[in-house]
């Protein structure tokens, strides 16, 4: 923007060089162990929802009590390490054009989106793998689970737009991207169609076992 406008841009372009450093990603946000991108922080597996039921004091009416409440409890204090849920915030280096196109996690990352077992589906790329933990789980008890597991169209417009574009790109995985941007975007556009045909509606996000919209609507 500031290029077309004539304006200074460098401190823009600084930002933008290292944002964009193939290296620095791969060094401070490339897991191994989950073969994606991931956040890293100060971060524990080990949480749960629970409820916790108010003690009566001595002489007092347990009619009294509040009610129970869901609370979420840390078993594990958190440590410094990757976030490891295979989801959206896994592929924004490909979604965002940010990976170079003959990176050697490339194809790793296209197993993951096409595995029926983590993202894919046949309505678009779900937003949680269904192998997390926290796959369709609350985070609070008012929060209900919308980026663990619904498919979520504005995330897959990215994901088709990087599909196509890098299916343009030399690099090691031009058919496979040529043919997962075909089929994504056939499933994609049929299920938005259906459920438009059958609701009158675009919803806020998909069910991603059925393809039927949720949330929100109209959301157009």
């Known amino acids: 923007i500031s290029q077309l406008l004539g304006e200074d841009g460098g401190h823009y372009l600084h930002d933008n060089r290292i944002l964009t450093d193939n290296a620095l990603l791969h060094q401070q946000h490339w897991s191994e162990r989950l073969g994606a991108y991931a956040d890293y922080g100060n971060h524990?597996?080990?949480t749960a929802l629970e409820w916790v039921r108010p003690r009566a004091a001595p002489g007092q009416d347990p009619r009294s009590l509040p009610p129970p409440q869901l609370i979420r409890v840390v078993r594990k204090p958190p440590r410094l390490q990757?976030?490891?849920a295979l989801g959206?915030?896994?592929?924004?280096p490909f979604f965002l054009q940010v990976l170079n196109p003959s990176s050697p996690h490339l194809g790793r990352l296209l197993d993951h989106i096409r595995d029926s077992d983590k993202v894919w589906t046949p309505y678009g790329i779900r937003s949680l793998s269904k192998s997390s933990s926290l796959y369709l789980q609350r985070n609070t008890e008012h929060d209900a689970p919308y980026w663990r597991g619904p498919v979520w169209i504005n995330m897959n417009y990215l994901a088709v737009r990087a599909?196509?574009?890098?299916?343009?790109?030399?690099?090691?995985?031009?058919?496979?991207?040529?043919?997962?941007?075909?089929e994504l975007r056939q499933n994609l556009l049929a299920n938005l169609y259906r459920q438009y045909k059958d609701t009158g509606f675009l919803w806020e996000q998909y069910n991603d076992q059925t393809g039927k919209g949720q949330g929100c609507y109209p959301f157009t």
């Open 82 to 84: 990757y976030v490891g």
């Open 163 to 182: 599909l196509y574009l890098y299916s343009h790109m030399e690099g090691p995985h031009r058919d496979r991207l040529a043919s997962l941007y075909r």
């Open 44 to 46: 524990t597996h080990n």
């Open 88 to 92: 959206y915030v896994s592929f924004f």
